[in-house]
Nanobody
Framework: QVQLVESGGGLVQAGGSLRLSCAAS????????MGWFRQAPGKEREFVAT????????HYADSVKGRFTISRDNAKNTMYLQMNSLKPEDTAVYYC?????????????????WGQGTQVTVSS
């Protein structure tokens, strides 16, 4: 059974940091691009960041550029999202996902496997 499991969410004050992890099991995703998405209450799920299969290239939503860093460790079958300078508007459920391609991809439809999500709450 293929699973993606996020961890590391929680409650943090504005300006603080969190590091999310996404552990894969059931198969390796070392040949797949992966990404992070988020969904705030009453809003659609939105793209946050993506990383190629090798980790050599990354791409970010404008709203998180310069504050968030996506990375991966294929030996551990794990992906990360380091979130710094957090703002209240970053509050959402964060999802990790594996794409059907090796290249960077920002559209939800290209992501085949999804985790269950982890809550991030940033207080002002």
């Amino acid at each position: 059974q293929v699973q993606l499991v996020e961890s590391g969410g929680g409650l943090v004050q504005a300006g603080g940091s969190l590091r999310l992890s996404c552990a894969a099991s059931g198969r390796t995703f070392s040949s797949n691009a992966m990404g992070w998405f988020r969904q705030a209450p009453g809003k659609e799920r939105e793209f946050v960041a993506t990383i190629t299969w090798s980790g050599a290239s990354t791409h970010y939503a404008d709203s998180v550029k310069g504050r968030f860093t996506i990375s991966r460790d294929n030996a551990k079958n794990t992906m990360y999202l380091q979130m710094n300078s957090l703002k209240p508007e970053d509050t959402a459920v964060y999802y990790c996902a594996a794409a059907d391609t090796r290249a960077l991809v920002t559209t939800i439809i290209r992501y085949r496997y999804w985790g269950q999500g982890t809550q991030v709450t940033v207080s002002s």
